[in-house]
């Protein structure tokens, strides 16, 4: 009967044992998936900063240039 309740006992100790390992996992992988979305969000604010510089640079010689034509009618 000893030999019984040992098994038993065992068996759920191991049991415990790997429904604790399957929550963890469950948790690394939800920390992964959240660091990626994290990268992802920081990437795409990233390229959206990138973006902005362009544009802002393109702005910034069109203003040259219409300056420059503007002082070319004026002179002319």
């Known amino acids: 009967m000893r030999d019984i309740r040992g098994v038993i006992v065992f068996a759920g100790v191991v ?3 790997e429904e604790e390992e399957e929550e963890e996992e469950e948790e ?3 920390e992964e998936e959240e660091n990626e979305k994290e990268e992802e969000e920081e990437e795409e604010e ?3 900063e990138a973006l902005e510089e362009a544009s802002e640079e393109e702005a910034s010689e069109e ?3 219409l300056e420059l034509e ?3 009618v004026f002179v002319g």
């Open 63 to 65: 203003e040259e240039e």
């Open 15 to 17: 049991a415990a044992s």
């Open 28 to 30: 690394e992988e939800e």
């Open 70 to 72: 503007a002082l070319f």
């Open 46 to 48: 990233e390229e959206e």
